[in-house]
Every structure is written in structure tokens, then in C-alpha cells.
């Protein structure tokens, strides 16, 4: 499922997605990067207004995960859906694998334009300042 840990692609529900051959992949390694035992994400269809406040979208994720886009930037001007990935949901650090060093991030968004959110999305604690998501690889 979307947060679980993960070896390989294959490892996690979304390894039968259309999407699954395409960049990024579907479990996030420690590939340069700390995704503590792995992450299995999902794909989704990038809502248009994906960063509309106050919640993070769902889309067409799995119940439990956001759809998050690629690039997290407000201030771009994408005129057709894109592929986004979806992330495990959260409101509390205790909805993620806390021992394995997650937390629950409410912002995204650039550093001059971070917006914060009602829900989060699990991430790998050194992402707690930084903007890790971007191209789905937490390589800060």
C-alpha cells in the first residue's frame, strides 16, 4: 500500500500501474536519499489545482494518500493534467513509520511561495525543511 516499506517496485500494490516503467518509480529507495526501508507510492492525475487550499487532494489515489505533484510550484502555468504520485496521508507524525525516521509534512510549494495544508504527507525526516518532493526524489 501507498507509506508501506518497500525493496523493489514490485514490492508495492501500484507495480501493475500503467506507470510503473515510467520515471519515477514505484517504491522510493535510499537511492542518494533517505527513504528508510523503502516507500511504495501510487500514480495519479495531477488535479489542475492541485494546491488549493485548505486540503491536499486525494485525486484518484488510493483511500489514505494525496496526490502530490511533481514539481510543487504554484507559480507554474500547466495547462494539462500530469502524473503525479500519491503519498501516504497524515495529520500527525504518529500517522507515519516514525521509528524508521517519517514524519508528517503540511507544506509544499517553493521556499517563497510554501503554502501549508490541513493534511500532510509522510516523508523522510531531513525533508522536514526542505522541499523533498519535488521530482519524488528526496535527495536535499
Avoid at 501493475?16 to 527513504?35: D, V
Avoid at 528508510?36 to 501510487?42: L, P, R, S, T, V
Avoid at 496521508?89 to 500517522?95: A, G, N, Q
Wanted: charged fraction near 20%; glycine fraction near 10%.
Amino acid at each position: 500500500a501507498v507509506g508501506d516499506p518497500c525493496e523493489m517496485p514490485s514490492d508495492c500494490q501500484s507495480a501493475g500501474s500503467p506507470y510503473a516503467g515510467l520515471w519515477p518509480t514505484s517504491c522510493m529507495t535510499a537511492g542518494g536519499s533517505t527513504w528508510e526501508n523503502g516507500y511504495c507510492i501510487d500514480f495519479c492525475t495531477l488535479p489542475m489545482d492541485y494546491l488549493s487550499l485548505p486540503a491536499l487532494e486525494r485525486a484518484d489515489c488510493p483511500e489514505g494518500a494525496v496526490c502530490l505533484g511533481r514539481w510543487n510550484d504554484p507559480s507554474s502555468s500547466v495547462e494539462m493534467p500530469e502524473i503525479g504520485g500519491c503519498f501516504k496521508e497524515c495529520t500527525t507524525d504518529d500517522d507515519c513509520r516514525v521509528a524508521e525516521g517519517y514524519i508528517c509534512r503540511h507544506d509544499l510549494g517553493p521556499f517563497d511561495a510554501r503554502m501549508s495544508f490541513e493534511n500532510g504527507y509522510c516523508t523522510p525526516q531531513h525533508c522536514a525543511t526542505r522541499a523533498c518532493i519535488t521530482s519524488f526524489v528526496c535527495g536535499c
